[in-house]
């Protein structure tokens, strides 16, 4: 296993962290199979501002193995709930610039529909449970650790 990637497979599932840019075809090709005709992929990517303010960079940090074993248990229950032939579900770990990607979620499916409901279940799922937490890093002022939700603010820790 290379050192700077930590991952799981089982199943026709595959977690990992990994601390380098994401690469979209790998986590693809992680999923593809004869019988899907349907691969979605879902990146979250670093914006440039948040709460209308400027947006530096995104640092994440991750509780390990307790981590991966959360996500593989999600992309399990997410397979068998929606028939998928694989799922792939991978999380960077510290700084994500502007624009770069910080999740990649590639789900493949006999049919369209079922990838499609699949994948956002999987996002959700992931920002809901897995121990990662993220430090907004603003321009001209302190970074915030929060959780890693959509919409919810940060708060100072002092």
């Known amino acids: 296993m290379d050192p700077q990637i930590s991952e799981l497979q ?20 992680r999923v593809r199979s004869p019988q899907a005709g349907a691969i979605v992929l879902f990146a979250g990517t670093t914006r440039d501002s948040f709460g209308g303010k400027p947006v530096k960079e995104l640092q994440y940090s991750a509780y390990g193995q307790l981590a991966l074993r959360t996500m593989l248990s999600i992309c399990k229950v997410i397979k068998e709930k929606h028939s998928l032939k694989a799922i792939a ?19 493949s499916s006999p049919h369209r529909q079922a990838a499609w409901r699949a994948g956002e279940d999987a996002l959700e799922e992931c920002k809901a449970r897995v121990e990662v937490w993220k430090r907004e890093e603003f321009e001209g ?16 820790i002092t």
């Open 10 to 29: 089982e199943d026709g599932c595959y977690v990992a962290l990994a601390h380098d840019h994401l690469n979209v075809q790998s986590i693809m090709d």
């Open 89 to 107: 579900m991978v999380h960077r770990l510290g700084t994500v610039p502007i624009g770069e990607e910080s999740i990649l979620i590639a789900v």
């Open 141 to 156: 002022e302190e970074g915030v650790w929060r959780a890693n939700r959509d919409g919810i603010m940060g708060q100072k």
